[in-house]
């Protein structure tokens, strides 16, 4: 598992860990780490390569200094532009000068250019994990003569502009090749819009493990977590202790949805999938293994968990049939036309365990907002969903992301722009449903089937379409859980 920690943690386990090194260690550690990233990007070799560092004042000024006169004393051409000449890390300075870099000022803004029009690398050092806000004009002018003149940029610990803590990008910001981040991965590095402008993310050990806290801020699942997660039948197994779900999908408009929450819970695993909804014909066209009830959901016998939603349309009747799906005693996940039903007060009140899983626009009708707000601040938007309707919230989108109320929020890093199809997020329903009838917490079930249906659209064929993630799903369970 990947984890991600605030900026005020970070700075606290940064002074307990110098408190005990010589005086710089830290620097020393991160400084070599960055010198020897760029190193690997400098062809056919480090000497005689034009190298321009943008430093601002602070540490991460300072990193980028010192990382450029490692590279001047293998050889490159360093010229380090400086922001606020007044505040350059002057021990960083003086180490570029010793080691044969040069300086300019960003005042002289044509030879800045020119250096950067040149270069073979751009080294971001300009704010640290601690900015806020958007770059000023002088630094917003030196990143896009970078991005004008594709020349790569490598950034410390994070591109500059962007918010560490939160992922939000209130401005212009650094649009980096790659981030070379210090100690431990900050939550910005993992959620769009920052992460957008991370480029590669790598990680430089400096010895700060042992003074975190055991719980991250923000973390993200990899392949060994997900396959400790994902059941697999026993000996004793049947359908029942597979976990049974009850299918509230469809209607006579959108039966296609019936068919795809239908199709997701039996990919994913399900003993059984009991289906309500007026698309039986449909579905049992589809999937002949489908238990098709013509009544009520309470009618429908008995099941471990609930999907609601998907094509369920919001006229007469769709409410009473939402309320009797949130009535019951086992976990359900709400989707699409189910959440434009929801009380707040009412999901709040049930004991079982709850699941909303919406896409930018129906978070921020379920928060009385702006979905463009929604996208620019993800991480708030998620937690915020979790704490008004005590439920777990798993915010679809460019990154998608899994709250409670408390612990870690989750980032699914599976994710790919062929997801963004018709019906994609009836299936991903039905998966997670799968999952949480078959016992895992619901941060996990919603956790690991985002994971789940990330690679399946992965693995589908091109252009993806909602029935072919289905199909490729069994391709990615066999990764995680081998044949006996």
Not at 114 to 129: C, M, P
Not at 196 to 214: K, N, S, T
Not at 243 to 268: D, H, M, Q, T
Not at 329 to 335: G, N, R, T, Y
């Amino acid at each position: 598992m990947r984890t991600a920690y605030r900026v005020e943690t970070v700075r606290a386990a940064e002074r307990a860990l110098m408190g005990r090194l010589p005086e710089g260690t830290l620097m020393t550690r991160a400084a070599a780490g960055l010198a020897a990233a760029c190193a690997g990007l400098l062809r056919p070799s480090v000497a005689g390569s034009r190298v321009v560092v943008l430093a601002g004042s602070g540490d991460n000024g300072g990193d980028a200094l010192y990382a450029g006169a490692r590279l001047a004393r293998r050889g490159a051409a360093v010229t380090a532009v400086l922001l606020s000449p007044d505040r350059a890390h002057p021990g960083g300075l003086a180490a570029l000068r010793a080691g044969g870099g040069r300086t300019v000022t960003a005042d002289a803004r044509d030879a800045a250019h020119a250096l950067i029009a040149r270069a073979a690398l751009v080294v971001d050092g300009i704010t640290g994990i601690g900015g806020r806000g958007g770059l000023r004009p002088a630094a917003e002018e030196l990143a896009r003569a970078a991005a004008e003149g594709a020349v790569p940029v490598v950034a410390v610990d994070l591109p500059s502009g962007v918010d560490a803590d939160s992922g939000e990008v209130r401005g212009a910001a650094v649009e980096a090749a790659l981030t070379v981040t210090f100690g431990t991965l900050k939550p910005g590095l993992l959620i769009d819009p920052a992460a957008d402008h991370a480029g590669e993310v790598r990680l430089v050990d400096i010895g700060l493990g042992p003074e975190l806290p055991p719980e991250p801020d923000v973390a993200s699942l990899e392949d060994p977590d997900v396959a400790t997660l994902l059941p697999r039948p026993s000996t004793e197994s049947d359908k029942y202790r597979r976990g049974v779900v009850g299918i509230v999908a469809g209607s006579e408009r959108y039966p296609g949805a019936a068919v795809l929450a239908v199709g997701g819970a039996l990919r994913g695993g399900a003993g059984a999938v009991r289906y309500v909804g007026p698309a039986g014909a449909a579905v049992i066209s589809r999937y002949p293994e489908t238990l098709v009830s013509g009544g009520p959901p309470h009618e429908a016998g008995r099941v471990q968990s609930w999907v609601v939603g998907p094509g369920l349309g919001t006229g007469p009747g769709a409410e009473e049939v939402v309320g009797q799906v949130l009535d019951s005693d086992v976990p359900v996940l709400v989707d699409a036309d189910g959440l434009a039903l929801l009380d707040a007060e009412r999901v709040r009140a049930r004991t079982a365990p709850t699941v909303l899983t919406p896409h930018a626009g129906e978070a921020a009708r379920l928060l009385g907002g702006a979905r463009a707000d929604v996208e620019s601040a993800r991480l708030a938007s998620v937690r915020e969903l979790a704490a008004v309707y005590g439920a777990t919230a798993l915010l679809k989108g460019s990154t998608t992301l899994i709250a409670e109320e408390t612990g870690p929020v989750l980032v699914n890093p599976t994710g790919t722009p062929w997801l963004a199809t018709a019906g994609s997020g009836d299936v991903l329903s039905g998966l997670i449903g799968a999952l949480l009838a078959a016992g895992l917490h619901p941060r996990d079930a919603a956790a690991a089937g985002a994971y789940v249906h990330g690679l399946a659209g992965r693995l589908a064929p091109v252009p993806a379409m909602a029935s072919t993630i289905t199909e490729a799903l069994p391709r990615v369970w066999e990764r995680f859980v081998p044949r006996p």
